[in-house]
């Protein structure tokens, strides 16, 4: 640590010569190799390993990739949707259908998917929340229908971040049809974290494609 320290007072001394932009840029790095000694002081451990080729690579392409931690998932407001109640009814019991009948909606019903935004739950684009208008239209019509909503993220993160993100995602979605008007009791919401891709790359449109919410439906 005295190390680290050091190295900081040098580069402070060492950059009158140079511009302020220059000297920042050194301040911000020797501001990563403090708290990363520190973090090691406090039992914080780093996994590292030699990658042997670019394919091996699958993490972000910038750095403005940062996931959010469990604490800050917990707290993010969620537009309302936090407060609303779990179904009342659970599937499998009462003549509720059990998950494993619900199905994929035929392609005539046009359920669309929803995609988000690194990190992100809500919705913000005008074709995604049409999308939606149109599955709450439909639901609305069919006061027998249930609903399935499947969360999913791209492949970045841990497994457990993932999981409650994709739940995350489909309760925002289940929120937006129950104030569209749709009975909340016929919704369904769970999450597949980042376990079933549908784009196998490691790009950035492969991560766009994965960050989604689907669905699957009963109707009697």
């Given at each position: 640590?005295r190390?680290?320290?050091?190295?900081?007072l040098?580069?402070?001394?060492?950059?009158?010569s140079?511009?302020?932009s220059?000297?920042?840029?050194?301040?911000?790095?020797?501001?990563?190799?403090?708290?990363?000694?520190m973090?090691v002081l406090?039992?914080?451990?780093?996994?590292s390993?030699m990658l042997?080729?670019?394919?091996?690579?699958?993490?972000p392409?910038?750095?403005?990739?940062?996931?959010l931690?469990?604490?800050?998932?917990n707290?993010?407001?969620?537009n309302?949707?936090?407060?609303?109640?779990?179904?009342?009814?659970?599937p499998?019991?009462?003549?509720?259908p059990?998950?494993?009948?619900?199905?994929?909606?035929?392609d005539?019903?046009?359920?669309?998917?929803?995609?988000?935004?690194?990190?992100?739950h809500?919705?913000?684009?005008?074709?995604?929340l049409?999308?939606?208008?149109?599955?709450?239209?439909?639901?609305?019509?069919n006061?027998?229908?249930?609903?399935?909503?499947?969360?999913?993220?791209?492949e970045r993160?841990?497994?457990?971040?993932?999981?409650?993100?994709g739940m995350?995602?489909?309760?925002?979605?289940r929120s937006?049809?129950?104030?569209?008007g749709?009975?909340?009791?016929r919704?369904?919401t769970?999450?597949?974290?980042k376990?079933?891709?549908?784009?196998?790359?490691?790009a950035q449109?492969?991560?766009?494609?994965?960050?989604?919410?689907?669905?699957r439906?009963?109707?009697r």
């Amino acid at each position: 640590m005295r190390h680290l320290f050091l190295g900081i007072l040098l580069i402070a001394s060492s950059s009158c010569s140079r511009d302020s932009s220059e000297t920042w840029e050194d301040v911000k790095t020797a501001g990563r190799y403090v708290q990363r000694g520190m973090d090691v002081l406090w039992g914080k451990e780093y996994e590292s390993r030699m990658l042997t080729s670019d394919d091996e690579f699958v993490g972000p392409h910038d750095d403005e990739f940062i996931p959010l931690d469990a604490t800050d998932l917990n707290t993010l407001a969620m537009n309302g949707d936090a407060v609303l109640p779990q179904s009342k009814e659970i599937p499998g019991e009462k003549g509720v259908p059990s998950l494993d009948r619900f199905y994929a909606p035929p392609d005539k019903l046009a359920f669309h998917r929803v995609h988000f935004q690194t990190d992100k739950h809500e919705l913000h684009q005008k074709e995604d929340l049409e999308a939606l208008q149109q599955i709450a239209n439909h639901l609305k019509k069919n006061p027998n229908s249930y609903l399935l909503v499947e969360g999913h993220t791209d492949e970045r993160a841990s497994a457990s971040y993932n999981l409650a993100l994709g739940m995350r995602r489909a309760n925002y979605v289940r929120s937006v049809l129950a104030k569209s008007g749709v009975n909340l009791n016929r919704i369904y919401t769970v999450s597949k974290g980042k376990e079933q891709p549908i784009a196998q790359g490691h790009a950035q449109d492969d991560w766009k494609q994965n960050r989604r919410a689907e669905y699957r439906i009963f109707e009697r």
